[in-house]
């Protein structure tokens, strides 16, 4: 069993920066692949950003080159650093994990974090 912790959301303006944090426990995630989903109001849960156990990340296509997701395997966390948000980004942002990839079974996820972009 993986417990999952997202932390870090908030209400920013538009431009601004956020670093999420996914906090693991339960067990080691070093083997996990590790993802980022955000669900928008009337939206389909999408993937945001995922990193492989050796670091190897992708992300959507609407991403465009403005976050960046890292862990750190000896703090059992990973990250999503969110630059030059827009009003688009606002939604709830959800951590999964899944060994060895996000989607074998079992996978798990966290209760998600808002983040609302907004002037």
């Known amino acids: 069993q993986v417990q999952l912790v997202e932390s870090g959301g908030g209400w920013v303006q538009p431009g601004a920066s956020l670093r999420l944090s996914c906090a693991a426990s339960?067990?080691?995630?070093?083997?996990?692949?590790m993802g980022w989903y955000r669900q928008a109001p009337g939206k389909q849960r999408e993937l945001v950003a995922g990193i492989t156990s050796d670091s190897r990340t992708i992300y959507g296509d609407f991403v465009k080159g403005r976050f960046a997701a890292s862990r750190d395997n000896a703090k059992n966390t990973v990250f999503l650093q969110m630059n030059s948000l827009t009003p688009e980004d606002t939604a709830v942002y959800y951590c999964?994990?899944?060994?060895?990839?996000?989607?074998?079974?079992?996978?798990?996820w966290g209760q998600g974090t808002q983040v609302t972009v907004s002037s």
């Open positions: 999964r994990a899944g060994r060895p990839y996000l989607v074998s079974n079992p996978n798990y």
């Open positions: 339960g067990t080691s995630i070093s083997a996990y692949a």
